[in-house]
């Protein structure tokens, strides 16, 4: 296939990019390089025949209009997204400009070059959200597909509406769309704003450690190659108008997360006296932190027969080498805006 990925060089994105590529797609790298994008994230491929990146906003409707006239792609697979929860705090607005009306803009291109080609039945528009949509869950339980949406933060709130809009579009209009739901993914190339690499190098750098409140809220763990792997997945396989919930099935709280990084350092990398977790630093908790996530893989599993190969430790310690042998990538990142400093505090 030819695939129109959108936030390609981001970190979920550049991962998909790479696995399509290897598979033999044809990908089309359609990335506005915002402060979390990064053109390293997909150079082992920049030069695979297949492989094309065009640089453009997402909101720009004419560009789109192009791109689709360009390329013909087969597939749309949507990533471009704002996607942290502390900046949307602080800054709302870009999430929906981004989330909402950019989602809005790329399924209206979509739907012009789908209906000018005829309409054909072989078109997919796979759009990649959240769990966060769901909201809260207490103890026991888990999100499934049917689960009511209950978005807590200006983050998930955007992508609960974007996920309203792709379902609007093809109930309305026909469009042939595809949605998953993921849970918090981990691994080479994560951004150094989000919880486990900022834990990663702040721990080498002999820094705090940072786990907001007292560290309980519970999140399950996908490893991005893994979810990478699942999207492709449900784009060649998954039901049209359906959606289907991606988890790593490694429930942890977030204490029990970096202590275990702490150990695999200590392993790694020890300090001449001590233990990482001795860095470990409790401080005032993000407003409005969600309790716990987790995924019911059950759909997926049974009607696509995927589900994950990583288990969190495996997945935690191929992240902490790949940081470990890749220091000139995320020293290049942090001198961007907001990375090393607290956000989102209200």
């Not at 739901?181 to 691994?187: D, M, P």
């Not at 763990?221 to 979810?227: A, G, I, Q, S, T």
Request: proline share 5%; hydrophobic share 40%; aromatic share 10%.
């Amino acid at each position: 296939m030819k695939l129109l990925v959108t936030g390609g060089a981001g970190f979920i994105g550049s991962a998909v990019v790479r696995l399509a590529i290897r598979r033999g797609h044809a990908v089309v790298n359609l990335d506005a390089l915002t402060y979390a994008a990064c053109l390293d994230n997909v150079a082992s491929v920049a030069d695979a025949p297949g492989y094309t990146f065009v640089q453009g906003d997402i909101r720009d409707s004419a560009l789109l209009e192009t791109v689709f006239a360009d390329h013909k792609p087969d597939a749309v697979m949507h990533l471009a997204a704002e996607s942290h929860v502390d900046r949307s705090i602080d800054g709302p607005g870009a999430f929906i400009d981004t989330n909402v009306m950019g989602t809005y803009a790329l399924l209206e291109a979509a739907r012009t070059y789908w209906e000018g080609c005829g309409r054909p039945d072989t078109f997919r528009f796979h759009h990649i959200s959240t769990d966060e949509v769901f909201g809260s869950l207490g103890e026991t339980g888990m999100f499934t597909e049917t689960t009511p949406y209950d978005p807590r933060s200006p983050y998930s709130a955007s992508k609960a509406a974007s996920d309203h809009l792709v379902r609007a579009w093809h109930h309305t209009y026909g469009l042939p769309v595809v949605l998953t739901n993921c849970s918090n993914n981990y691994g080479p190339y994560h951004f150094p704003e989000k919880l486990i690499p900022v834990i990663i190098l702040n721990a080498l750098a002999q820094k705090p450690l940072p786990i907001y409140g007292d560290g309980s809220n519970v999140r399950d763990w996908l490893y991005v190659e893994d979810h990478a792997d699942a999207l492709l997945c449900v784009l060649e396989k998954g039901a049209l108008g359906e959606s289907y919930n991606i988890g790593g099935e490694n429930e942890r709280t977030n204490l029990e997360l970096v202590q275990t990084l702490c150990a695999i350092l200590d392993a790694k990398r020890p300090l001449n006296d001590g233990s990482y977790a001795d860095l470990i630093t409790f401080v005032t908790d993000r407003p409005g932190h969600d309790a716990r996530y987790a995924i019911d893989p059950t759909r997926i599993r049974d009607e696509l027969g995927w589900r994950p190969s990583v288990t969190v430790e495996e997945g935690l310690e191929r992240t902490v080498d790949w940081y470990l042998d890749n220091a000139d990538w995320w020293r290049a990142l942090q001198a961007r805006d907001g990375v090393g400093k607290r956000l989102g505090t209200g």
